[in-house]
């Protein structure tokens, strides 16, 4: 990563109009990434976080996108209240249900990150483990690709055939998800969506996370330790991914 790329906060307003809203008026944290070179326009990415929300590794991963030269936003989903356990019961209450204030956020992070004056226009979605789950979910006509990364197995029942091309990425070792490739690729395969899909062995969950607050030899024995090599070929396939399929 370059010391070119800019992380900045922000608000993201929930749009009352969503349906999802369902009347909350809620408005979320987020941090927006940038290429500090740039005067764009620059396609955008969506990220979705995963369950630990941990905000180091949602700015190291900012960084990675837009030093790739894309437009980038985190909303932080845990700061919808105060309360961050009920915050987080909720987000994941969405995750299985697939509804909740929840996809209002992401939608409305979404209409901020395509509006920008900075942006094209056009966005991708990009997930980890929970954030993978929502990359899923969301991932329709609105967004260019999805690139979930060891999504939960529970979302694969929203794909159809609207579901946006997806470039996804597992880990061989991964407790949390089980045959996760040949799973997605069954409904990707019967819905006729181009996709990406690979299984990096050695690696469990989490390969391309940074958990800072949960010592390494810890992580290595739960399988969730961070993993240079399949992280970066993991990034090099999305990066590819998303690059054929944004405008030029």
Known sequence: MTANTIVESLVVDCD???PAAAGDSTSVEALMARPADSDGPLPAVLVVHDITGAEDDIV???RIVADHGYLALAPLLFTASTNRA?????TMRSLVSGRGPVFAILESARRRLASDPLSTGEVAIVGFCMGGGFALLEGDARYVAAAPFYGSLTTYRAVT??????????????????FGESRL???????KIPSDIKTYSGVGHSFANRIDSVPDAVLRVV???????????????????LDARFSA
């Open 16 to 18: 009352e109009s969503l």
């Open 60 to 62: 190291r991963t900012l």
């Open 86 to 90: 009920a915050c987080i019961v909720s």
């Open 161 to 178: 055939a609207d579901t946006c091309p997806v470039v996804a990425s597992f880990g061989a070792r991964d407790p949390l998800i089980p």
């Open 185 to 191: 690729r069954r409904v990707l395969d019967k819905h």
């Open 223 to 241: 399988g969730m330790h961070y993993d240079e090599d399949a992280a970066s070929d993991a990034w090099a396939r999305v990066f590819a991914f």
